[in-house]
């Protein structure tokens, strides 16, 4: 079987890079292109830091905000946060081949030096 590329929804993770300690930032995870409404289901969207879960929402709707994927937010950050962030989002291409599609950022935490 064939696919075509308009067929795969699209994901887009805008970059972070430094996070400096105590910083506040919102990840937020865009469906770009959504792919074929009637032969592609969203089964689940889901943030993942370094391979873990960390929030998940499933059968999302794009057309309705609250059944789609909340933007993570990180306050106050320490060295801790920092780490690979991925939104996965779990499709059902032609209603047959499961299939995900991710994007990544990677944060990268600061330490901040202080002078005596």
């Not at 830091?49 to 998940?56: A, E, L, Q, T």
């Not at 059968?59 to 962030?85: C, F, T, V, W």
């Amino acid at each position: 079987m064939r696919l075509l590329g308009s067929e795969i929804p699209k994901v887009f993770v805008p970059d972070v890079g430094d996070l400096e300690q105590n910083d506040d930032v919102t990840l937020t995870c865009n469906l770009t292109e959504r792919g074929n409404q009637a032969t592609t289901p969203l089964r689940r969207i889901s943030w993942l830091k370094d391979g873990v879960v960390v929030d998940s929402v499933r059968n999302p709707d794009p057309g309705d905000p609250r059944d789609m994927l909340s933007p993570l937010k990180i306050k106050s950050a320490s060295i801790g946060d920092g780490g690979n962030y991925t939104c996965l989002l779990q499709v059902l291409l032609r209603n047959i081949i499961e299939c995900n599609v991710t994007a990544s950022t990677v944060i990268r935490g600061k330490k901040k030096i202080v002078s005596c």
